[in-house]
Every structure is written in structure tokens, then in C-alpha cells.
């Protein structure tokens, strides 16, 4: 393998049912970077049915290319269909770097091209960077268990992959004057060949959690000590409208279910308010919450790691602090007939 | 029917320490334990084996103390297990652990065929979910992963019915046998062993196999050689200086958060109903 024979910065634009995963332009964000030290074009690729629209718009999140499979069994995410796609395409215009997002799908997909090619993955990464002299892709992520990060790289064979979280990357602001290449590739695909089908996809429209999308959590850790005392944190929540969220020990101890945990292994959240509440502040967990607006941290242990990431900290005990916190803002309410709600 | 699950010993992280000075992992300092994801992808072989019948096969690469995770295997429903255990295998990263995997499965599957490679989700020490897939891929068997429900094995047709957890949903997928699936915790509840099982258990000696054992090895895909990626360094995040400490009682704390709180009109406003 010439490592010098592979060039370009390339990200896998994910989508369903035709609109592009925000991940996928948190990624376009994060590879014009990488791509603008190693001063080679940023490229997405897009597969699936009927997308071919959707390249203008990864242009205009910052892509120089965008290759595009169109295919009808293409429609929706297969390991299979989809690996075989990008296989053709990684062995034809061989990138360096590739990058997905860190979903269902992307990992799926990642996991299985990294296999057929025989090279390096990184999972789940929260920091990117480059080595320009050597080319290398720096690609970071916490570690067991998540007190601390461990940069990994891939000397010796290419392209170099990573799946990125969704949420820790900045998109740029959409520029519909941009110009890029739109190439389209073609590829034999047989739906008989096909060992799996998506018979159906359910979208979980009443999910009551959604807190990737909330705009204020009251996270509660295991320094709320039970269950009884987490509690609390549910009615804080009540109180202001917020949604609630844990720490992975929270979730392990079975306070609360996964889809509730903040963390590396659980949702990356950006509300506008974020109660960190009994938590020390892990790496694990902070990498879930860290890019949110307003942080309150209330923790016993002045020297808490989460106290670093807060915007305002209060060292003292939760269990005293919050009645008192819940009480102001109940009184709060009554006095001005009204609800709490957010800009 | 035969079943088999990939298993692998993790530290506990809830419990694990990290030597601060030379930012390693204090290894002694937390108890091995069965992955718990995938203690959960035994105990659906046992749920499918209720209904199918057939034989469920539990493998594992590791230190030989690794037979631990073979027995809590067998203690909650598995009838055999294999260990690969060698130097040679040490330092493997997910590419060269698949596979490692996928060779032993290769032995496995020679004396009797696999019809379905359960896997956890991802293993709580490392966190990839890269491995399932892997293993799959060098079978030339579909992966289905983040599976939340098997909903039906068709033996006669040669195929199963699974629920397939999305960001927002999950999808219905129809797979051909043979395949391989990595599930989620939600997929079930871990059942009390009963005691037959323990006993069993307890008595039981894996089957251990050395890169010897295996056929058709290709030597410079294992461990730390036919690992892609190397760990480049460790650091601790740089803290940032933090914001502002509220200082005094709690009761002068929550009086000055609250009032932080209701300056901040563009993040929290109080809207009045009337």
C-alpha cells in the first residue's frame, strides 16, 4: 500500500427518507477543517434513492465533491447494499481520511467497510484533528469507561475512518453560493442478492424523552445518593418544565432507563440550561453535555471536575439545596400566575 | 438450531481507577466481570433456544482467567464454551479481533453449523460496537445490529423477523440465516439461573484453543500486528478555569442563582398567563 496514492478528506452524508442526518453537516463543519490543513478537497457521499438533490445542499454545508450512488435498492440503510457503495467508491477515488457519524447506521456501515478494507476505525470520537507532516488522522475519544482520552491513529494503512458523535462538531452556516463538483457513480446492485429486507420503519413520534432535543435538563447523578433522593430531581424538572436526564451510574444502578442517559454511551445534549446535579463529572459524561449553553453544577466535592465545565457552580449538599431551589421557583410561579418557559 | 455468542471479561468501569500519575488503568482495582450487553445476548440464545431447540456455544478470546465469563455463560443458559487464548492474540484492536473471532468460529462452525453469532451491543471497556460487525463481515453472514427484539426464528424458511433500534424509531427487519445480531440491554431481562445451571456451571471446563488450534491462520492479522490502529497518547482534557462559584449559605446561593437565572430572559422567561 503507497499511502501517498490515497488524497482527499471524504464524509458519509447520511439520510432518511431524503433529508440529510445533522451529523452528517456537523461532519462537512469538522472535514473542511482537516481538509483545509492538508490542502485537499472535502468531499461528501451520498447514498441512496432519488437523493441526487440533496448534493447541492451538502455543497453548500461545505463540500468541494460529492459523489452520489442512486439506486432503488438503495432506499433504505442496509449494511450489504450500502457497504458494497462505498466500497466501490473508496477503492476508486481512494481518500485518506473518511469520517461518519456516530449513529445506528454509520457505526453499522463503518464497522463493516473497515473490515472488507482492511484498515483502522475509530469509534465513537469527540475531537479531531490532523498531523499535517504526516498525515495523520488524530481522532480522540474517551477511554474505559471514560476518565480520560486516548488519541488513536492509523499509521500504515488508508483510508483512515472514524465514527464521530453527533453534537460535539460545529456545521457551517449554509452558503448557497458555494460551488462543487457533483459526480454520480453507478453501481450493479440485484435486490435478489440482498440477504436482508426492511419489511418496516417506525418513527417513535411519541417518545416522551427526547432530550437531544430539549431545552432545559435537570441531569441528576449518584451523588443524589437513592432513589428516594433522586426524586428531586424529577420535581425540579416538573417545576420548570424540564426534561430529566442521568449519569451513566444513575442508569446502571436502574434509577432511570438508557434512553435517559447524557453521556458518551447515552444522547449528546445542547440545551439551553443543564442542571448537573450530584454529578462528579467524568469525561464520559461531560463529553454528553459539555457544549450546553447554561451550566448549573451543584456538587459537595469542591474539587468536582464537573465545576470546570459549569457556568455557575454551588458547592453544597443537593438534598438542601434543591427543596429550596424547587420552593423559589414554585413561589415564583404563584406570584406571577404564569409558566416557566424558554426563549 | 445452533447459537453462538461472542462474550468478552471487561473490567467493571463503574469501579475501575485510573492511576492518576501515569494516567493508566489500575486494573486490580476493579473486579472482571461478564460484559453485561452481552449477558443479555446469552440470555436470548436461551429465549431462542426455548422455542427452536438446539445448542447454544458461548466464545471468547482472553487470559486464561477468562473462563470465568465462559462459566456465567453456561450458569445462565449456554451449553458449551470455547476460549481462544494465546500471547499471540494480545494487543488486538476490533480488526484483528474480528478476526481472531471469526477464525475460531470457522472451527466451531466445521464440527457443527451456525445458524445465528449473537453479540453485545458493545463491550463497556472499549465501547466500539466495531467487533459484531467484523466478525459478520469475515463470515460473509448479514450483521444486524442495535437489535431490540427477535421477534421470530423461521426454521423452515430459514429466516428471522427482528426489531432494529433507529435514532428515532426502530425498523422491521427480515434476515436470511445464517446472520449475526448485536443486541441492546432492552432486548430482555436477565433471568435467575436456576440451579441445575449453576451446578453445571461450576463444574464445567471450557475448551481452550491456542492459535495452534486454529486452521488456515493467518499470523500477521493477529494482535498487536494486525491491528490498524495504535493508541497514539492519553491525556486528560485540559480543565477549563470553570465559571463562577456561588458562594455563601444555601439559602444566598439559591437567591443568587435565581437571580442569574431570571436575567438571563433569553434562556428562561416567566410568561405570565393572564
Known amino acids: 500500500m503507497n499511502l501517498d496514492d490515497y488524497r482527499g478528506v471524504w464524509v458519509f452524508i447520511e439520510q432518511n427518507d431524503a433529508k440529510i442526518e445533522g451529523v452528517s453537516l456537523e461532519l462537512l463543519g469538522a472535514g473542511r477543517k482537516l481538509a483545509d490543513k492538508l490542502q485537499v478537497p472535502l468531499a461528501g457521499f451520498l447514498l441512496g434513492c432519488e437523493i441526487k438533490p440533496l448534493a447541492t445542499q451538502v455543497i453548500s454545508y461545505g463540500a468541494d465533491e460529492v459523489y452520489v450512488i442512486d439506486h432503488p435498492v438503495l432506499k433504505n440503510y442496509r449494511t450489504e447494499s450500502y457497504m458494497l457503495g462505498v466500497m466501490l467508491l473508496a477503492q476508486k477515488y481512494m481518500p485518506e481520511i473518511i469520517l461518519y457519524g456516530a449513529t445506528p447506521n454509520g457505526k453499522d456501515l463503518a464497522s463493516a467497510v473497515a473490515t472488507d478494507l482492511s484498515t483502522g476505525l475509530t469509534a465513537d470520537t469527540t475531537m479531531l484533528d490532523v498531523d499535517v507532516d504526516k498525515r495523520l488522522l488524530e481522532a480522540s475519544r474517551p477511554a474505559f469507561g471514560g476518565n480520560i482520552m486516548a488519541t488513536i491513529l492509523c499509521k500504515k494503512h488508508r483510508p483512515q475512518m472514524a465514527t464521530v458523535r453527533p453534537k460535539v462538531m460545529k456545521a ?28 418496516q420503519i417506525v418513527n417513535d413520534v411519541t417518545k416522551k424523552v427526547n432530550l437531544a432535543d430539549a431545552h432545559v435538563i435537570v441531569c441528576g447523578g449518584k451523588g443524589m445518593g437513592d432513589l428516594q433522593n433522586f426524586q428531586l430531581i424529577y420535581e425540579l424538572a416538573d417545576t420548570i418544565g424540564a426534561s430529566v436526564g442521568g449519569t451513566r451510574d444513575v442508569v446502571e444502578a436502574g434509577w432511570l432507563p438508557h434512553e435517559q442517559q447524557v453521556g458518551q454511551t447515552g444522547e449528546t445534549v445542547t440545551p439551553k440550561i443543564y442542571f448537573a446535579i450530584g454529578i462528579s463529572g467524568a469525561i464520559q459524561h461531560v463529553v454528553g453535555m459539555k457544549n450546553s449553553e447554561f451550566i448549573i453544577a451543584i456538587n459537595k466535592d469542591p474539587n468536582a471536575p464537573i465545576f470546570d465545565v459549569a457556568t455557575y457552580g454551588i458547592v453544597g449538599d443537593a438534598m438542601e439545596i434543591l427543596p429550596k431551589l424547587i420552593e423559589q421557583f414554585k413561589q415564583l410561579r404563584t406570584e406571577k400566575g404564569g409558566e416557566i418557559s424558554y426563549a | 438450531m445452533h447459537i453462538v455468542v461472542c462474550v468478552k471479561q471487561v473490567p467493571d468501569t ?253 434562556l428562561l422567561t416567566l410568561q405570565s398567563s393572564k
Not at chain 1, 457551517?172 to 419489511?199: A, N
Not at chain 2, 493508566?24 to 445476548?41: E, G, K, V
Not at chain 2, 453485545?120 to 472499549?126: L, T, V
Open chain 1, 172 to 199: 457551517m452556516e449554509p452558503d448557497s453560493s458555494r460551488f462543487g463538483k457533483i459526480i454520480e457513480e453507478k453501481i450493479d446492485l440485484k435486490e435478489e442478492d440482498m440477504r436482508t429486507k426492511v419489511l
Open chain 2, 14 to 266: 463503574k469501579i475501575i481507577k485510573i492511576n492518576p500519575k501515569t494516567n493508566t488503568l489500575d486494573r486490580r482495582s476493579a473486579p472482571a466481570i461478564l460484559n453485561p450487553y452481552d449477558a443479555h445476548a446469552v440470555q436470548e440464545a436461551v429465549k431462542i433456544k426455548e422455542i427452536t431447540g438446539g445448542t447454544i456455544s458461548v466464545l471468547s478470546m482472553g487470559p486464561p482467567q477468562a473462563t470465568a465469563v465462559i462459566k456465567k455463560s453456561i450458569e445462565i443458559g449456554a451449553d458449551r464454551g470455547y476460549l481462544i487464548s494465546d500471547r499471540a492474540f494480545a494487543g488486538a484492536d476490533t480488526l484483528a479481533t474480528s478476526y481472531a473471532l471469526s477464525k475460531a468460529l470457522e472451527k466451531i462452525s466445521n464440527d457443527l453449523h451456525v445458524d445465528i453469532v449473537i453479540c453485545g451491543k458493545h463491550a463497556i471497556d472499549g465501547d466500539t460496537g466495531q467487533v459484531g460487525p467484523g466478525i459478520a463481515r469475515r463470515m460473509d453472514i448479514p450483521p444486524v445490529t442495535n437489535v431490540i427484539e427477535v421477534t421470530e426464528v423461521n426454521q423452515k424458511e430459514k429466516t428471522v423477523l427482528i426489531k432494529r433500534k433507529l435514532t428515532n424509531g426502530h425498523e422491521l427487519i427480515q434476515a436470511e440465516l445464517p446472520c449475526l445480531l448485536t443486541v441492546e440491554k432492552e432486548i430482555n431481562n436477565i433471568e435467575y439461573s436456576p440451579m441445575p445451571n449453576m451446578i453445571k456451571a461450576a463444574r464445567y471446563d471450557p475448551i481452550i484453543w491456542a492459535v495452534s488450534d486454529l486452521e488456515n491462520v493467518d499470523r500477521s492479522q493477529l494482535g498487536l500486528k494486525g491491528s490498524p490502529t495504535i493508541v497514539g497518547k492519553m491525556f486528560t482534557p485540559p480543565r477549563p478555569e470553570g465559571g463562577k462559584r456561588l458562594e455563601g449559605t444555601a439559602d444566598e446561593q439559591v437567591a443568587q442563582l435565581m437571580e442569574v437565572l431570571m436575567e438571563k430572559k433569553d
